[in-house]
């Protein structure tokens, strides 16, 4: 196949074009650099498989010659960008998925959007089914993403019935690996970065907030899964190994040998207070399970910084 994957320079978009290139599909990848770096497909370049366009999803989609699959991964994603780019987040899951679908319906190539566990925000439901509608603030500041990631799910699903598009959609849960910013935002590259600096950690409120964290390996692993198959409705894509924000800072001092504080800040605002996939449909549909745990997992992403700190 030949697919085109905007926010291909991302975190999760790199890791993603690598799986692809691994199973000898031919990709096109597309970023603007606002989130994504382009050291995470450095080592792409000179592979006959991969061509790079620098371009902003919210602006038309021009790709020259066929296309099989597209790939909606750009997109800001971690609380971080939230607050500084909230505009430029609701346009990308608004303007940018328009954009993207009007590739695929050009193309007749299939179409995968990337959602997100955010959709169900502070959840009343747990653990959290694909069938749950969710429980969002729409004006809040985490609103900007949920609701970008919201409507890109209703304008996916409106074109797969009006056009006839070939759609999925992948609802990820915490997603962690290497690749991931120093200054993310998101939990565990906060943990890591201030453990190996030696600085306190930081945990909102007591920490009794719960999450569930995949490693990369393993949510790239469902989402190329899902985009073969022939499922269309949302699916849960994350590990059902729920843990506290207090336990996993803990893990993070034993992994880097650190004898560091944790020091307690006020909770954010519409911080979820649980999360946790329910992943039957993935499990049955698909075939796939989360295969890393939490320790392996994070002991990768500590080497990754250690490398990437000291640089």
Do not use: C
Request: charged residues 20%; without cysteine; glycine residues 10%.
């Amino acid at each position: 196949m030949r697919v085109l994957i905007t926010g291909a320079a991302g975190f999760l978009g790199s890791h993603l074009t690598d799986r692809f290139l691994e199973e000898g599909h031919g990709v096109i990848g597309m970023d603007n650099f606002i989130t994504g770096s382009p050291d995470n497909i450095a080592h792409l370049t000179g592979n006959p498989g991969f061509e790079f366009v620098e371009h902003n999803v919210t602006r038309y989609i021009a790709v020259d010659g066929p296309l099989d699959g597209v790939l909606h991964f750009a997109s800001p994603a971690s609380p971080i960008d939230y607050i500084e780019l909230p505009i430029q987040t609701l346009k990308v899951g608004s303007l940018g998925t328009h954009n993207a679908l009007g590739v695929a319906k050009l193309k007749g190539a299939r179409f995968m959007l990337a959602s997100t566990s955010e959709v169900y925000g502070d959840p009343q439901v747990h653990p959290q089914p694909e069938t749950y509608w969710g429980h969002v603030n729409p004006v809040g500041p985490r609103g900007v993403y949920d609701e970008a990631k919201r409507f890109a799910e209703a304008l996916t699903m409106a074109y797969h019935r009006v056009h006839a598009i070939d759609t999925r959609i992948v609802r990820i849960f915490n997603t962690y690996g290497p690749r991931m910013r120093a200054r993310d935002g998101r939990v565990v590259s906060n943990f890591i970065v201030q453990a190996l600096r030696g600085q306190p950690l930081t945990v909102y409120g007591a920490g009794q907030q719960t999450r569930s964290f995949s490693y990369v390996d393993d949510t790239v692993d469902g989402i190329y899964r899902l985009f073969m198959s022939a499922r269309v409705d949302p699916t849960n894509i994350g590990n059902p190994d729920e843990f506290t924000v207090l336990e996993l800072a803990q893990k993070v001092l034993e992994l880097t040998g650190s004898r560091l504080p944790i020091r307690h800040e006020p909770l954010p605002q519409d911080d979820p207070t649980r999360r946790k996939p329910d992943i039957t449909v993935a499990t049955s549909v698909l075939g796939w399970h989360p295969r890393v745990t939490l320790r392996e997992g994070l002991e990768r992403t500590i080497a990754h910084f250690r490398r990437v700190l000291a640089g």
